[in-house]
Each structure stands twice: as C-alpha cells, then as structure tokens.
C-alpha cells in the first residue's frame, strides 16, 4: 500500500512555473506507474501526465512541451514541473500510482493561475 502526499501548488500568473512534487510512503515505489490528473469544477478528472515504472512518459496534449514528468525512485517522490501556465490549468492537481489491482490517490493540492 502507499500513501502520497502532494505540495506545490499554489495561486501564479499566466506564464509563470510551479513544480508539483507527490511524496509516497510504502514500499514498492519504483513498481508503480505514477500519474499527475487534474480536476476543475464542472470537469471529470483528466489524465495530465504519466511516468510508467519503465521510464515511459506520456501527456495530455494540451500540455505537451510545457509540463515535465520526472521521478525519483530513490526518494519515492514524483513531480510535475509546469511551465507557461495558462488559465485553463487551473484545477485540483492529484498525485496517483497504479499498478495491477491497485490505486491510490493523494488527497490533491490546488493550482490557481490567474493576474
């Protein structure tokens, strides 16, 4: 089992930079294919962006080439850099790990972008 924390988010201006970052406690880490989604109101929570236990990548297309998956297994910690932010990212951002016949969320951290 894991338990994921994530921190980092916060209120910028469109064009600015956060970096999301998802702690997981538990054991296992590198297994798991680990996942940023996102919700807004009135959206369904979308896939943003995902880190596969083989070191594939794979992103939402509205924010390929602005946002960057990375994970470092020897600290159990994902993150999500976030570049050129844009209004409509604005949303709840969750930390998520999967693996066959488990998954597990953070409890999610808010990304605000707005002037």
């Known amino acids: 089992q894991l338990q994921l924390v994530e921190s980092g988010g916060g209120l910028v201006q469109p064009g600015g930079s956060l970096r999301l970052s998802c702690a997981a406690s538990?054991?296992?880490?590198?297994?798991?294919?680990m996942g940023w989604y996102r919700q807004a109101p009135g959206n369904e929570r979308e896939l943003v962006a995902s880190?596969?236990?083989?070191?594939?990548?794979n992103y939402l297309d509205s924010v390929k080439g602005r946002f960057t998956i990375s994970r470092d297994n020897a600290k159990n910690t994902v993150y999500l850099q976030m570049n050129s932010l844009k209004p409509e990212d604005t949303a709840v951002y969750y930390c998520n790990a999967r693996l066959v016949g488990y998954r597990y969320w953070g409890q999610g951290t808010q990304v605000t972008v707005s002037s």
């Open positions: 538990g054991s296992g880490f590198r297994l798991y294919v």
């Open positions: 880190y596969t236990s083989g070191g594939t990548t």
